[in-house]
Each structure stands twice: as structure tokens, then as C-alpha cells.
């Protein structure tokens, strides 16, 4: 069965209702400050309770503070997520089809805003330092604070002081888990990256403007 990777994207990684802040650890809030763009490609595996593969998908990701962001999906299907700051848009190419949503009412439930917010990630998670798993990684949990959201709890991994990859474990049992290589923090990004055209011959769905 064919699992939308876009739609896995748009949903998963849910970001809840604003609360109070926590504390989170000096070197995790370090990554995140400053951080205006982000380049890297994905691997992206989706895995049952069991922990059995359900679906692998590979691409290459461009972030860009705030709200901005873009998803290209090479395998197994060529798909594209792109936020242009106004509009989200998600685009199958080989069902000639595009979804288009105003970013105000769909950004604040994506997982790319867990790196292109601008929002502190301790107003909306429960941050605690995680168990390291070698000499050069760090890790932190996540808890969403509110609990309207699919996802329970989020890990966020770092090999040196790069984001390395991110599970995020759901209220079905699925781990969702985004791996990153040639990770980039902050190089300079060429702003039409964030723009979508719809090809012709595409079918739209929902308002351009």
C-alpha cells in the first residue's frame, strides 16, 4: 500500500497549543538560536509497533526562518512539499496533482515547523536531555503539552552540534524517523527555492491565492 509521504509530513508532527515555558539544556537551545536556514538530505522511514518497516523515502530538504520551507521527495515517488511564507503547497507529480492551503491554518501542524518556526520550542514541548549514545551525540525527549496532537513524543538527536535525526512516535504506534545527512546550518539559500508554480496540466486543489 502506498503511504503519501507528504501527507506523513503534514501530519505526524503535529505542534500543539502554546503553554508555559521549561528549561531546556544550553547546547539544544544553541542549535536552534541564530539558525535562519538549514540544508540537508533525508532519509525518512516509517515503522510499526513491531518495529517493521512500512515505508522508506528519500529526499533533500531546505529550511528557512521563519515559515519557509521545501521537501523534495526523489524516491519512491517524486513528491514536493513548499511553503512560501502565504501558502503550503503539496505536489504528487506522478498523479498531477497539487494541494494548496493557506499557511496560516495548516503551518502550525507541520513537522518542518519544529525547524523553520520562529516560536520557542519550550513553550510547546516538555524538553528533557536524553541518554547519550556515544561520546559525540547528545539527545533530548520532547512531550507535546498539549495533548490535541497524533504525536506523543518527539526525539531529537545530534552528532557533534548538528541535528542528526529526529523519531517521532505517534498515538497509532508508528515511529516516523527523519535521518539527515550533509547537514547545513546556515548557508545562504536562493529565496525562489520557496516558490511554487503548479505545472500545466496539473490539477490544483483548494485557493492559489
Known amino acids: 500500500m502506498r503511504i503519501p509521504a507528504l501527507s506523513l509530513v503534514c501530519s505526524l508532527l503535529l505542534i500543539p497549543a502554546v503553554h508555559h515555558a521549561a528549561q531546556s539544556p544550553a547546547w539544544f537551545t544553541g542549535f536552534f538560536n541564530g539558525l535562519q536556514t538549514m540544508q540537508a538530505d533525508f532519509d525518512q522511514q516509517v515503522l510499526d509497533g513491531n518495529r517493521q518497516l512500512l515505508q522508506s523515502s528519500q529526499g533533500r530538504m531546505w529550511i528557512m526562518r521563519p515559515g519557509r520551507f521545501r521537501w523534495d521527495y526523489e524516491t519512491p515517488y517524486k513528491q514536493q512539499l513548499v511553503a512560501d511564507g502565504k501558502r503550503l503547497w ?60 497524533n504525536v506523543t513524543r518527539l526525539h531529537l538527536h545530534f552528532t557533534g552540534k548538528l541535528l542528526s535525526r529526529i523519531d517521532a512516535e505517534d498515538s497509532f504506534g508508528n515511529t516516523t524517523q527523519f535521518s539527515f545527512t550533509r547537514l547545513e546550518r546556515n548557508p545562504e539559500l536562493d529565496e525562489q527555492l520557496f516558490s511554487f508554480t503548479p505545472p500545466a496540466g496539473t490539477d490544483v486543489i483548494g485557493n492559489e491565492r
Open 90 to 149: 503539496s505536489y504528487d507529480e506522478e498523479l498531477e496533482q497539487v494541494t494548496v492551503q493557506p499557511a496560516n491554518e495548516v503551518l502550525t501542524a507541520t513537522p518542518a515547523m519544529l525547524l523553520s518556526g520562529d516560536q520557542p520550542l519550550e513553550l510547546l514541548f516538555d524538553i528533557e536531555e536524553a541518554t547519550a549514545t556515544g561520546p559525540a551525540s547528545q539527545s533530548v525527549t520532547l512531550t507535546p503539552k498539549s495533548d490535541d496532537s
